[in-house]
Each structure stands twice: as C-alpha cells, then as structure tokens.
C-alpha cells in the first residue's frame, strides 16, 4: 500500500513538472498528493512511529525541508528501510520543485541531486536537467535527459535544448557543432521551428563556403579567411578588429567577455564577394554584414586603410549592440550607433536631408525592423534618419542613453518603456522633437 501511495506521489510532480516545463518561469500549481494516511502509518509505525510518521505529515503538509530533515532522521534509526529512503527522495524532489517554481535554480538543482542519488527516477531527471538549463548549462541538462528513455515530455526538452545550443554554438562562430545539434535536434522528430530551420540552411550554405578556410585566434576575435594570399588580410582585419573592441569598449563602456563557456570569442569570416553574396543572399546594396558573426567580404582590400578601419567598427558595434540588448535593439538605433561610432555625423547632409523627407510623413516605427528589403534608394534614407535619430539622442542625453536603451531591452523592456527610462521623455515626444530639429 505505501507503493501505492508513492505511486500517487509521483503522479503529483510528473504533473507539476510537465506544467512547468509549459511554463518554465510560471508558478505550477502543486496538487498535493492524498495520500491515505491510515495505512502508511500503518507501515511506517513498524519502523519508525514517532519520527517517521511527523515527516510524513510533513510533507503532507507542503513542508518538504522539515521532512527532509526528519525522513533523514528516521533512516538514522532504522537504515534499511527502503520506504524510508524513497520518501526522502521524493521530499527532496518536491523541494526541488518548489525552488524550481520560485526560480531558485542553484537549490532545486542542489535538491535534484540528491533525490537522484537516492532514487533514480526519470522525473528527477527531468527536474535536475530544467534547473541546469536555466542556469545556462545547456550541455549538461542534455546530457542528463539524454539517458531517459521513451518519454515525451524528456524528448520535447531534449529538442529545445538542442535547438538552443545550435543557436549559441551558431552565435559564437561554431559551425560545425551548431549543425551536429541541429541533426540532433531533427533525431528527436519533434516539429523545429521554421525559421530555425531557415538558419541552418544557411549554416549549411556557410560550412560549404568555409570548408577549409583558416583560423586566426585573437584575443577576443575568432577570424575565419581562404588561406594563401588572404592570410595576410586576415591579420590585417583581427589587427583592425582588437583595435575596436577597445575603441567601442572606451565609447559605450562596454567590453564583451569571452570567459562565459557558451558564450565565446566574438567570430568574423572573410568571404570572397561572390562566397558572401550566395551564403548571405543580402541585398545588393549591402557590404559587411553582421548577423551574429561579422562577415566582410575581402575583394580588393589589399593594406589598412581608414575606410575599412571604419567598416570594422561599424560591424563591431553591430556585435556589441547585440550583446548589450540581447538581440532587441531596433534597427534604427543600431545603425544609427553603427554609423556614430564608425564617424559620421549628419551636419553636412543635414540640409540634403530635411529636402528628402520635406512633404513625407517619418515614423521611427518604420524604421525598427530589417533594412534588408529596401530598395538602395530607400536604405540610404533609412541609414540618414538612424544616423540623425541616434545622433539626437546623444547630443542632447548623451551616448550612456543610448546604451542605457539597450540594456534595457536586453532585460526585456519594450522600445516605449526603454526609452521614456533612458531620457526621460517619451518616444513620441522624442520623435517629435527629433523630427523638429530636421526641419
Ligand atoms: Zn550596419
């Protein structure tokens, strides 16, 4: 009959944890099990009546730690009792659980641990491998679901770490392994996600292009180039690409680590202009591009020149930009920095500029998501007002607004609420007195 009633225990947390693993951030709510209290005092008082039966109404109770301490308690006096020892690793289960629900992943993770030293349950498993990831041990919480067998929930868990590894591995330059995840991903047959199966045609269409392309390791650069005659330009652009990260670092204070084991050396990758137009098919109008790795296509470039110099620390701020506001900064701000910080400035277009937008109704909005469909003639303007817009913002806030912005999109804030907290007006009143000052 306890087996009985452990099995209804466990029933509980598979529902909470499956409803945790829907909503990882929620708060699940736990059905306490109903345990038919009779008959496993029954049991239990032949080992153990006093301590035994408190701890089972202590987690009854809800309160896991006080019967964590008891069940432990009660094994010190009666060591070979099986039923004991599962009853302990289910307190420490639910504990874990309950941390896991209050976002305390070091403690549920600690707690995992050791109902799975006592008990070897897939549901743990799962528990220990959700903590892991969260904490961003993505590998690890793989690793850990990767032993489950025949269980859906642990193979759909296993697909979105998968696919959350390829991504970073993808971000960080790592080709090769971003597309063994992917595989790995497709393995599990759980339906991936769209565009996530676009990027890795892509990364396909990349490993192709970079299939024995050199490597030169800098210190916060990974710059992959055709070798031969190229390796000198290679050297040449990780010279350029140190420069700056200490030049943008003393701009925007902010100099990205490369400590973080997920979260590697920023990667560059030197394409012939053919190779880049047909892995990156980006408009025609485009050069470098920064889409988690910086991509410059090298054609003609032969010494250091202050253009490409620029053109470095433009794509440079791309990835820092990204960094900073983990991927939400909206277009305009983007380049708009991109362009500050690479030198320009709009006071000698300012004149040229107020003629092409006189008539025309502007909207920053429109100007938030991709330029990439934009014809060469409407990107020029995008590129103009970005420029002007961010521009406005650090001469009359400073550039710590601008960055101020996108750490807070980074922590999740919208555009709206990162900008009234950055300058202390509104982003239609900010609109409206950058588009004042064109005309
Ligand atoms: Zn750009």
Request: with cysteine; charged share 25%.
């Amino acid at each position: 009959m306890v087996f009985f009633n452990l099995f209804k225990l466990r029933v509980a947390i598979c529902l909470s944890l499956f409803l945790l693993v829907a909503l990882p951030l929620s708060t699940p709510s736990f059905a306490r099990p109903n345990l038919n209290q009779n008959t496993s005092f029954l049991v239990l008082a032949e080992a153990n009546p006093n301590t035994a039966s408190k701890a089972f109404g202590a987690f009854n109770e809800g309160d896991y730690l006080k019967a964590i301490i008891l069940y432990q308690l009660a094994i010190k006096e009666d060591p070979d009792n099986e039923v004991l020892v599962k009853n302990l690793s289910f307190s420490f289960g639910s504990y874990a659980r309950e941390a896991l629900s209050k976002d305390e992943l070091s403690l549920a993770k600690e707690n995992f641990e050791e109902a799975l030293a006592l008990n070897d349950e897939d549901v743990f498993k799962k528990g220990l491998a959700i903590s892991m990831a969260g904490l961003g041990d993505l590998k690890e919480a793989a690793e850990v679901l990767e032993v489950i067998e025949d269980d859906a929930e642990a193979l759909s868990l296993l697909a979105s770490l998968y696919t959350r590894l390829s991504s970073e591995l993808k971000l960080s330059g790592d080709t090769d392994l971003a597309l063994e995840y992917y595989e790995k991903a497709r393995a599990t047959n759980i339906p991936l996600d769209k565009s996530f199966n676009k990027g890795v045609a892509k990364l396909r269409r990349e490993q192709k292009a970079e299939a024995g392309f050199d490597k030169a390791e800098g210190s916060h650069f990974t710059v992959k180039f055709e070798g031969g005659e190229n390796a000198e330009v290679g050297y040449i652009i990780s010279l350029l690409l140190e420069e700056a990260y200490f030049f943008v670092g003393a701009s925007i204070g902010y100099y990205p680590s490369a400590s973080r084991q997920n979260n590697a050396k920023i990667g560059a990758v030197l394409y012939s202009k053919e190779q880049f137009r047909s892995v990156n098919r980006s408009a025609k109008w485009s050069g470098a591009l920064y889409d988690g790795r910086i991509k410059i296509p090298i054609g003609g470039i032969t010494e250091k020149t202050k253009l490409l110099e620029n053109l470095i620390v433009h794509e440079y701020t791309h990835a820092v930009v990204h960094r900073i506001s983990k991927g939400q900064a909206p277009v305009w701000l983007n380049e708009g920095l991109a362009q500050y910080l690479e030198g320009l400035r709009t006071k000698d277009k300012k004149a040229e500029l107020a003629v092409q937008i006189d008539g025309k109704k502007i909207s920053l909005r429109n100007l938030e998501g991709s330029f990439q469909r934009l014809s060469r003639g409407e990107a020029e303007l995008a590129y103009a007002l970005s420029l002007s817009a961010t521009e406005y913002i650090i001469n009359e806030f400073g550039l710590f607004s601008v960055r101020s912005i996108l750490e807070r999109l980074g922590k999740g804030q919208s555009l709206e609420r990162a900008v009234s907290g950055s300058i202390y007006i509104s982003y239609d009143n900010f609109e409206e007195s950058w588009l004042a000052s064109l005309r």
